[in-house]
Nanobody, 121 residues
C-alpha cells in the first residue's frame, strides 16, 4: 500500500492561489492513478481532480474546471494541485488518494491525512 502525505494548505484570500503537494512512498508511484478530493464542514467528501499514471489524462469536477490544475512528477513521487482564483466555497480539507488501477478516476484505495485550505472573503 502506498503512503501519502499532503502539504501546502493554508489560509488565502479569495482570488488567491495555493499549490498542494502530495508525496508518495512505499510502492511504485508511477503504477498509480492519483486524485484530489475535498470535504467541507458538514458535507461529504467529493472528487476534485484526477490524473492517470502517466499524467497524460486528467479529470476535473465541474466546480474547479479552469481554475485548478492537477499534475504529477513521477521522478519525485509527487502529485500537485495548483489552485487559482480561489473562492470561499473551496474551503475544505483536501485529501490526496491513490488508485492502484492507474486510472485517474474510479476506486481510490489509499488516502492521505488531509490538508486544510481556508479561503477568506
Amino acid at each position: 500500500q502506498v503512503q501519502l502525505v499532503e502539504s501546502g494548505g493554508g489560509l488565502v484570500q479569495a482570488g488567491g492561489s495555493l499549490r498542494l503537494s502530495c508525496a508518495a512512498s512505499g510502492r511504485t508511484f508511477s503504477d498509480y492513478g492519483m486524485g484530489w478530493f475535498r470535504q467541507a464542514p458538514g458535507k461529504e467528501r467529493r472528487f476534485v481532480a484526477g490524473i492517470n499514471w502517466s499524467g497524460r489524462s486528467t479529470y476535473y469536477a465541474d466546480s474547479v474546471k479552469g481554475r485548478f490544475t492537477i499534475s504529477r512528477d513521477n521522478a519525485k513521487n509527487t502529485v500537485y494541485l495548483q489552485m487559482n482564483s480561489l473562492k470561499s466555497e473551496d474551503t475544505a480539507i483536501y485529501y490526496c488518494a491513490a488508485n492502484p488501477t492507474g486510472w485517474g478516476t474510479g476506486s481510490f484505495r489509499s488516502w492521505g491525512q488531509g490538508t486544510q485550505v481556508t479561503v477568506s472573503l
